[in-house]
């Protein structure tokens, strides 16, 4: 059963640093692009980071960029999100993702490009 476990959530201080991890069992992330996600309350789910397939590139919102970094581990079938000077408009279930479709980017912002999900994992910032 395919399935993707975010961790590493939790409670911050504006300016300080979390690193959310996603597990992917079940199938390989491989030949996959593979991203994060967030949503923030009461408003809608979007997109923060994406890393391509081949692992050479990685996409941001414009609003992380230079604060988080996404990267994977294909041996550990792991991704990540590093987030530093983090802000609090920053607070938000962070979920990742993996692109339906193999060996390509394609509409890498769009949710419904997405076929696997995670549950979430709360990430909060505080004054």
């Known amino acids: 059963q395919a399935q993707l476990v975010e961790s590493g959530g939790g409670l911050v201080q504006a300016g300080g640093s979390l690193e959310l991890n996603c597990t992917a069992s079940?199938?390989?992330?491989?030949?996959?692009?593979v991203a994060w996600f967030r949503q923030p309350p009461g408003k809608e789910r979007e997109f923060v980071a994406a890393r391509e397939w081949r692992n050479r590139f990685s996409y941001y919102e414009d609003s992380v960029k230079g604060r988080f970094t996404i990267s994977r581990n294909s041996a550990k079938n792991q991704v990540y999100l590093s987030m530093t000077n983090l802000k609090l408009e920053d607070t938000a279930v962070y979920y990742c993702?993996?692109?339906?479709?193999?060996?390509?980017?394609?509409?890498?912002?769009?949710?419904?490009?997405?076929?696997?999900w995670g549950q979430g994992t709360q990430v909060t910032v505080f004054t």
């Open positions: 079940g199938f390989t992330l491989g030949p996959s692009t």
């Open positions: 993702a993996v692109h339906r479709t193999q060996y390509t980017d394609f509409s890498y912002r769009d949710q419904a490009t997405y076929a696997y």
